[in-house]
């Protein structure tokens, strides 16, 4: 496995940022044309995920959804994992259990759905809608052979062998698990309406191209087939879909095969799904001193997940018959695994700071740009952050809180996408980094400036979004890039001017934390201290221009910023 990389033959580079000895950036133009239509803005951006399905009602988990459900412009999709999984309960880092199936003395299964309500009363009472990851296999289904042939040695220290991996056994009987996903199926339909349930996603299994699934891709397909059959005869208009593979080499041959099967059998496939990630840190884990430095400085790769993106929707265009149906990235994020921090490997602070939330505004940029070179398109590009219980203050885990609940920078990149209007707008930046070569990328995205601009139909306001960055989290950009905005056909007038930045000092508790002497038991004072500064910030006072047409403002960009300009005439 090469540093940086999933195996894949996307990417067989190690981990470099493009050019280390390039010059930074120190001037750009950025241009808006506010009187253009671009069609609608997509959002790819309206999706999280986790793998701890129990953390959703806990205290935290609730608030979390319930600050994003405020904020957000549309209903975000959440996909935990685990709904099928047995056990207490009780939320562990990378796993969890929705303990639905169950069996009597006489081998008669029924089902307990207190978990489930508990976890899809959190999603929907938030505002958002499940999609809901049918799996893995419960206890009462793990087939003998698994018990057999697992390799496991019980020990104090961990639980069963269950946990271990048999539950990524396909299911002994199929009719069985039919049945389990219809009385699932059923009760929600029941507990929360068609007019809600319209709206949830249904999808087989989770990455079953690698140890997720100890069985064939002949069985998937199997499954799949009863799957959807049990789903569709209790919910005909129920949305189905997946497979939700990795990005690896093993995905895209698993993403084909199981497309070509579902066309064999004319299989609905209401969306496809498949994952990326920007980065595998080599090693993983350090085990040194407690805050000792990376061995080896690396960052997130953004060309290598445009890469596994531009490669599956390609598999995706060989099939006319799916091409359209919406495409789900259901995991997308910067570096794997998401429940690993700072004391596992120091490359995982740029989790913690204001790299992180201008990253995920470029991401999510480029996946709208490569969008445009494809038939099929990318509908949602999940991030899997969410929260941890238990963790220190600034853990560095993928998420959008901390200890407490105090709010990451990543946190506000979303308040950010919720200001942009329904509309797109024309802009261009002439030192954003052109992504019609994939292959001329490098590993490490070039610094670069770039821009998504938008109007809003309700009130005709201008959001422009603009960032600095480059895939580098120890580049050094003490020095502002100074950046020409002009927006151009506006109504002549007088208009309000909004400045709000993400960057070292602004819409940023984590720096807040530290220049407190990073405290891992903050007094009330420290935590309010915190807290105050945790949302997105103002950059500027509130300022009322007149324009005859044309507004240039200058912006002054350190590496890595993001500012968002909300322009709104005045009445």
């Known amino acids: 496995m090469t540093p940086n990389a999933s195996p894949s033959d996307v990417q067989r580079l190690p981990y470099a940022p493009s050019d280390p000895s390039a010059t930074p950036l120190r001037t750009a133009r950025v241009t808006v044309d506010a009187s253009s239509d671009a069609g609608v803005l997509d959002r790819p951006w309206a999706s999280l995920g986790y793998d701890e399905i129990n953390w ?30 047995s056990g207490t309960g009780l939320g562990l880092p990378h796993w969890g259990s929705g303990n639905v199936y169950h069996e009597d003395a006489d081998g008669k299964p029924y089902y307990d759905f207190t978990i489930a309500d508990r976890t899809y009363d959190a999603i929907v009472g938030s505002g958002h809608h499940p999609l809901v990851e049918l799996a893995f296999t419960p206890l009462a289904l793990v087939p003998e052979s698994a018990k057999e042939e697992f390799p496991f040695e019980n020990s104090p ?59 064939t891709p002949e069985q998937f397909h199997d499954l799949y087939d009863v799957t959807v059959k049990a ?26 095969g199981f497309l070509q099967a579902c066309a064999e059998r004319d299989l609905p496939v209401d969306f496809v799904s498949f994952h990326t990630k920007g980065s595998h840190f080599t090693p993983w884990r350090t085990y040194g001193p407690i805050g000792a430095p990376a061995p080896e400085q690396q960052s997130p790769s953004t060309p290598k997940m445009l890469r596994e993106i531009d490669r599956a929707l390609r ?10 149906a919406p495409v789900i990235v259901d995991e997308c994020d910067a570096s794997v695994p998401a429940h690993w921090g700072i004391y596992d490997n120091a490359n995982f602070a740029y989790r913690n700071n204001e790299y992180y939330p201008v990253f995920q505004a ?8 490569l969008n445009a070179q494809h038939a099929a398109k990318v509908h949602e590009a999940t991030t899997w952050s969410f929260s941890m219980e238990g963790e220190r203050y600034f853990e560095g885990t993928r998420s959008f809180v901390t200890a407490s609940g105090i709010e990451k920078p990543l946190m506000n990149a979303y308040r950010a996408f919720a200001h942009l209007g329904d509309r797109r707008l024309a802009a261009t930046s002439d030192r954003s ?28 306001s201008v959001a422009v979004l603009v960032w600095r960055h480059a895939d580098d989290q120890y580049a050094d950009g003490k ?56 949302g997105l910030e103002r950059f500027t006072d509130d300022d009322e221009v007149q324009v005859d ?7 002054e960009l350190p590496l890595p910023s993001l500012s968002l300009v909300i322009l709104t005439k005045v009445a």
């Open 56 to 85: 959703t009602y806990t205290p935290q988990g609730r608030r979390t959804l319930q600050t994003i459900g405020r904020f957000a412009e549309t209903p975000y999709h959440v996909r935990p994992h685990n709904i099928f999984n």
């Open 315 to 324: 598999v995706i265009e060989q099939f006319p018959q799916y091409v359209d």
């Open 433 to 460: 980094v052109d992504i019609s070569d994939i292959s001329a990328l490098g590993n490490g995205l070039a610094e670069e400036v770039d821009v998504i601009a938008s109007r809003s139909s309700s009130d005709g």
């Open 479 to 534: 020095e502002a890039t100074r950046v020409d905005l002009q927006v151009d056909g506006l109504e002549t007038g007088a208009w309000t001017v909004q400045h709000y930045r993400i960057d070292h000092s602004h819409s940023n508790s984590h720096t807040v934390w530290e220049d407190l002497g990073a405290p891992q038991d903050p007094t009330p004072e420290e935590l309010e201290k915190i807290t105050a500064r945790q």
């Open 362 to 369: 470029k991401l999510m940029k480029k996946v709208l740009d």
């Open 157 to 215: 220290s961990q639980y069963s062998a269950y946990e271990a991996g048999w539950w990524s056994y396909p299911p002994k009987d199929y009719a069985k698990w039919g049945g389990l996903v219809a009385a699932l199926v059923e009760h929600c339909l029941e507990r929360y309406g068609a007019d809600e349930v319209k709206h949830w996603l249904w999808e087989l299994w989770n990455e079953p191209d690698i140890s997720y699934w100890r069985g």
């Open 549 to 555: 047409g044309v507004l240039g403002l200058q912006l």
């Open 231 to 256: 789903i569709r005869d209790v919910y005909p208009e129920a949305r189905v879909g997946g497979p939700a593979v990795t990005g690896g080499d093993r995905g895209a041959v698993f993403l084909h």
